[in-house]
């Protein structure tokens, strides 16, 4: 039996509320050169960051170029760390070489170090990307000599999805501060001394009428005759290399003393708003070269209002973290369940669960939400002070507890979930949730939050986990999730395509669809012409079908990154069974085999750079550099062009009518802080309806 859902004012209400608890005041650990504290080694110098993003065809190729200075007398090892963009997938890892880029191989993690420190044993030049996990990438350079500057470029590719006519793009710097062994060894330097710059450029074949920068109001932003979009941000530095060749010469690299430095500190978001009244699509982008037995895929399908609004009540559970790390935003939390509770009806209830080394039941069951007992439980949480551990475990275990199998439910589960006391094992939380009929929705604090743990629960309740960001709207998630909690919802949905053999498809698990919602399925292809595609789901316990037909093309070289995309997301999927039931050396071996074949850095592979000689000698392929090739070639040629239409069931339409916007409904505008709805993606969503994904972090110009 399906809950059904809250009153859409309520839900809307507590959406707005609960929107403060991104504006809190963190003192989160940023991205930044890493020096071990207390261990008497000088600090490194970020020269120069400069960030260069395209987004187009349904995804974004971040490019980032770091110049590290060594101002001492000794040669230094540079170690640098940020957190992991969600779901990007590492493409290409560069280091300067005699003045040479020389780009990287990935291999399995173990063997990779091992080439690392052989080269820095021996005196050679070397670097190393890893990842840490799901939290951090760290880059590694050696040597950064005595007085010099070293290079450095790392691109990585990501999906750019839309929900509700509202694009959201994320650049993360702020780590989140949760590993405290890592907290305890390094020190941080985030200071960028030099030149930073952030520049985007957003192509679309749908119409975009505005974007928006809510944290960087300084940023400028401008639409090109071609209705393409173009945003800078920078420090107000200039060098060298930013100039014109004839206004270069004599220009030093160096900036002067009285340069405002840039703090890593701050995530740069991008919002995109489409014009409204576009129609429903099913977009399909391939890669397949000539001549070859398969090809890429990644359907994109966006549906019409084919859901209607729906209206129901229920109790609500809020299950808050009160350990330690959330000391920051302890008061902002409070703020936002008291305008949330504040806002329910009287045939309303409610009730608050709080954990950190152990759990505990505030308000001893369900609550009617009267301005009586809402005044009462804020009052107790404001006196309470975060402190201790996290067992999340015992927190949603009270929780559960509580539950009126004759009520409408929905659990509010609001943490970093970096369980360290009691149960830590994620087939015990995936257990305990599969035993009750609830939806989990999880606010999912931070970049170093342990995203895999709040997802696979959300995922298995049928709930949502969405990661926020301090830069992130609020007016915009508001209105979003407003949207998706008064319609219904496609449930179970499933793809079938008939006329073309396809394989090696992913996810496997498609889930739920929600209003403004785009689904996005990558898979191997074969053979060529119409295929017949089929969307099957069930809304309201009521089985629906849609279909289209288009066809798939013999050849397509225009997006050869599809291929890291699918290898990316079969990656997730090897990676999710892993968490979800422990180790297993034929998962592990198949995420290593992925990875060094398609170029990717994951926790089981690194990306390590010698000299060329050195990978003669060490019989490393160089196929990820020639990957790497054909993937700059395809970007130059499309950049050349106008943005294209992806659509491929112009004939024979899968849903009618126009897909959900958000535009309209506020007012509109563009380029830096103020303009467009800016809907700061899909937080709320979270909080009221199940979407799947997004990103938390922080990056952003400060001048200091």
Do not use: C
């Not at 009586?372 to 015992?394: C, F, H, K, S």
């Not at 929705?441 to 170093?448: K, W, Y």
């Not at 968490?579 to 990875?595: K, M, N, P, T, Y």
């Amino acid at each position: 039996m399906l809950r059904k859902w809250p009153n859409w004012l309520a839900l809307g209400a507590l959406a707005a509320a609960l929107a403060l608890l991104l504006l809190w005041s963190a003192s989160a650990r940023a991205a930044g050169l890493l020096t071990p504290n207390g261990g008497g080694l000088p600090p490194l110098e970020i020269l120069d960051h400069e960030v260069k993003v395209v987004i187009e065809d349904g995804y974004a190729v971040t490019t980032v170029e770091q110049v590290f200075h060594n101002p001492h007398g000794r040669d230094l090892e540079a170690i640098y760390s940020f957190p992991v963009p969600e779901k990007a997938a590492v493409a290409e890892f560069t280091y300067w070489i005699d003045g040479q880029p020389v780009s990287g191989e990935v291999l399995a993690k173990e063997r990779a170090r091992q080439v690392y420190e052989d080269q820095k044993a021996a005196g050679n030049e070397t670097a190393l990307a890893e990842q840490d996990s799901y939290k951090t990438f760290d880059i590694s350079v050696w040597p950064v000599r005595a007085g010099r500057d070293v290079a450095i470029r790392l691109a990585y590719i990501q999906p750019a999805q839309v929900d509700t006519g509202v694009g959201r793009f994320v650049y993360p710097l702020e780590e989140g501060g949760v590993d405290e062994q890592k907290l305890a060894f390094w020190t941080a330097n985030e200071t960028v001394t030099g030149r930073f710059s952030f520049d985007l450029h957003l192509r679309s074949a749908t119409p975009v009428e505005a974007v928006r920068l809510p944290a960087h109001p300084r940023a400028k932003a401008t639409k090109e005759p071609d209705g393409s979009w173009r945003i800078h941000l920078d420090n107000g530095v200039l060098t060298a290399a930013a100039l014109p060749e004839e206004e270069s010469e004599g220009v030093a690299l160096r900036p002067a003393a009285t340069t405002p430095a840039f703090r890593l500190d701050t995530d740069i978001l991008v919002y995109w708003r489409h014009a409204v009244g576009q129609p429903a699509s099913v977009d399909l982008v391939a890669h397949r070269e000539p001549g070859a037995r398969r090809g890429t895929f990644m359907l994109v399908v966006t549906p019409g209002e084919a859901l209607k609004p729906i209206a129901q009540g229920g109790d609500w559970m809020f299950v808050l973290d009160k350990s330690g790390s959330m000391s920051g935003k302890w008061h902002t939390l409070v703020a936002g369940v008291e305008e949330g509770l504040q806002r329910l009806r009287p045939s309303d209830r409610f009730s608050i669960v709080l954990f950190d080394r152990t759990a505990r039941d505030l308000t001893g069951g369900y609550l009617a939400a009267t301005p009586e007992n809402v005044t009462r439980a804020i009052g107790d949480l404001a006196t309470l002070q975060p402190d201790n551990g996290t067992n999340l475990y015992a927190g949603l275990q009270q929780g559960l507890r509580r539950l009126d199998d004759d009520r409408t439910t929905s659990v509010l589960l609001v943490t970093d979930g970096v369980a360290n006391v009691g149960e830590t094992e994620q087939r015990a939380f995936l257990k305990l949730i599969g035993k009750q009929d609830i939806r989990l929705f999880t606010f999912i604090m931070g970049n170093s939050a342990n995203r895999p743990l709040l997802q696979a629960m959300t995922r298995e309740s049928g709930g949502t986990a969405v990661s926020v960001s301090n830069s992130d709207d609020v007016l915009g998630a508001v209105l979003n999730a407003v949207g998706k909690v008064t319609h219904e919802a496609m449930h179970g949905v499933e793809i079938e395509i008939d006329g073309v053999e396809t394989a090696d498809l992913a996810p496997a698990r498609l889930g739920s669809l929600y209003r403004g919602q785009q689904l996005a399925l990558f898979g191997h292809y074969r053979g060529e012409g119409p295929a017949e595609v089929t969307l099957k789901a069930r809304i309201s316990g009521r089985p629906v079908e849609y279909r289209t037909r288009f066809d798939f093309p013999a050849v397509a070289r225009g997006n050869p990154e599809i291929e890291r995309l699918w290898a990316f997301a079969a990656i997730e999927e090897y990676l999710q069974e892993l968490e979800d039931f422990g180790a297993d050396a034929d998962l592990e071996q198949a995420v290593v085999g992925l990875g060094v074949e398609y170029g990717l850095v994951t926790p089981y592979t690194s990306m390590v750079v010698v000299r060329e000689e050195v990978f003669q000698q060490l019989n490393i392929q160089r196929g990820n550099q020639a990957r790497r090739a054909v993937e700059k070639a395809a970007a130059e040629q499309r950049a050349s062009d106008p943005a294209q239409s992806r659509r491929v069931d112009q004939a024979a339409p899968m849903f009618q009518g126009q897909r959900p916007s958000l535009g309209g409904r506020s007012g509109g505008g563009s380029g830096g802080g103020a303009g467009s709805v800016g809907l700061f993606g899909l937080l709320m969503v979270l909080l009221l309806a199940a979407l799947a994904w997004r990103t938390r972090g922080r990056l952003g110009p400060a001048t200091r």
